[in-house]
Structure formats: structure tokens, C-alpha cells
């Protein structure tokens, strides 16, 4: 009896053992290494990278591993190199409970870390084998593609490499996809635009909620003025010119006062714009161009068939701030 039980008790005991075995195997064959577990990062079953900190993310390449990590002070990025089982880590910025990380991107051998501080967001890159760090300040999103970075800058543009495009949001845009390494969606959240990055020109813009209006009378409308600042308003007009094309100008009136022009110019191309501040002298009796300190600067614009852009200019004393948009109707 006391054999036959011990049999059985043995019988059972090595059957539970081995269904265990059997679970934890099946378990570490069915998981891909490198795996990212709770801010580790593990290289194999048990085998964490000795990294210090929270690991965010990660990238595998074919000699190494790249990653992003944070501890308290700092963050940081680096490479394990797989076969020399070392670490080539970098300072990129420091850490704050303040500090957040909007996204994260690897190339081969460097990392794109997109942090805001205090409402300043900073595109850092690191090159992990040198450790050399790059920032850029103003931007907004970003996008990596096969052959550079497509950045949203904060005043209304879009860089790719040596391109800069405008754009024409009244809210804060952001990049919401991409096709084919060519093809950027970017929306405010009403209005979509959609930007091939390598003709480097606007395709189509859309919204659902308006209808654009269009005149075969003109197709850009500016409107111009300064705000009030407690000195005395001067008369002013402004001359307008094209593609170095003179097309006129705007009636006089108090610099407080509103200006406007209207423009038709050929859709679906860029142009450039100048816009030239001329006062009234009163000494003299006569309109002189203004000091450079109050001339606005060029802008170059995207013409949309069918459109009409309204492009609004205000003076604060110091500088111009410029927006744009189009004529619409509710639907």
C-alpha cells in the first residue's frame, strides 16, 4: 500500500511538473525577444538589458538594439550592440515631472525624441554612435520618411529637408498620416490638407462641415491693419506686388482702420506676395514708404482653384502677425 501510494503521489507529481515545463516553454517559444515588459527590456527569457531607468521605447536593427529611457533626471538614448553585449548610452535633455514626450522615432543609428516642456515643444536627435544632440524649436509634429523628417513648424509651415511649404490653418495642425513616402495628411482637426512632399506642393484640402467659395473676379482678398497703441494713428495705404508684378493698392485710411485689396491670380500655383507700408508724412504733405521696421514681410502663398484665400495682416508695433484662410460658406 504504502509503495503503491508513493507511486501514485510520485506519478502525479512529475505529471504536474511536466505541464509546467511544458507551459513555460510554449510561453518563452511563443514570445519575440527583444521584448519591452513594464520599462525592461529583455534580450532573451530572464535576460534584461542592464539599463538604468524606464525604457519607453525601443528599436531593433540588425547589430543592435536603439532605445529611449528616463529616470529621474534625465532622458536618455542608446544602443545595445548585440554582439559585443555593451552599451553606447547619451544625455539627450533633462527630466522633469513637467516634461512630456510626445513621440518617439528611430532611424538607424539615431533617435528622435519629441518632448514638451513647460508649452516649448523641442524635436530632439541623437546619434547614438557619437552622441551628438540636435534640437529644433517650433515645431509642432513631425514624420520621419525614407529620405528625411517632414516637420510642422509653429508658424503655419511645413519643412521637408530644404522645402518649406505654407499652410493654412486657423487651430493647431497636426500630421495624421502618410502613403507611400509621398503622401501627408495634416488636419486641424476641421480642415485636411493633403501634401505631396516630393512635387512639394498641396494636392487638395477638404472639410466636411463648409463650401468654399470661389469668383472668377479674384482670387486673393487681404485685409490689413494695426492695432491701437495708445499713439497717434497715421494715414496709411500699402502697394501690393506679385511675382514682382505691381497690382495696385489700397485706399488711404487711419492705420487702425482696416485696409483691403483683392487679388486674381493664377490658382493652383505658388506666388510670392510683398506688401509695401506707405505714410502719410505730415510735414511734408505727402505719402513716403515706411521705416523696414514696419514693412511686413513676403509671403508666399498657394493659390487653390476654385477659392478665394483671405489673407489678414495686423501691426502690433513690433510686429506682423499673419494669417490665413478662405471664404466659406456653412453648410
Known sequence: MISKTGYHTYKVSFSVLLCVFVFILSGAIGTAFPLLDNGTLYIALSVPVPIEGTVLEFSSKDTAILYVARNEKEIVAGAYLL?????????VTPYSENTRILRIAFESNAVYIFINAGNNPILYRCDVNTGMVSMQQGVLDFLLVSDGIVAIKNDNTLVYNDCILPLYFSQTPAIKGQWDDR?????????????DIK????????NNTVQYVASSDYTIEFKINDLPTGEKASRVFYKVYCDGKDYGRTEPVLSINESAIQLNVAAGQYHEIIVERWRLDETENQYVRDNNIRQPRPITVFVYPDRIMIITLVYNGMEYKVTSGFKILKK
Open 83 to 91: 554582439q559585443d553585449k555593451k552599451i553606447s548610452q547619451h544625455v
Open 199 to 206: 512635387a512639394q506642393k498641396l494636392v487638395y484640402r477638404y
Open 183 to 195: 503622401i501627408v495628411f495634416i488636419s486641424d482637426g476641421n480642415d485636411t490638407e493633403v501634401i
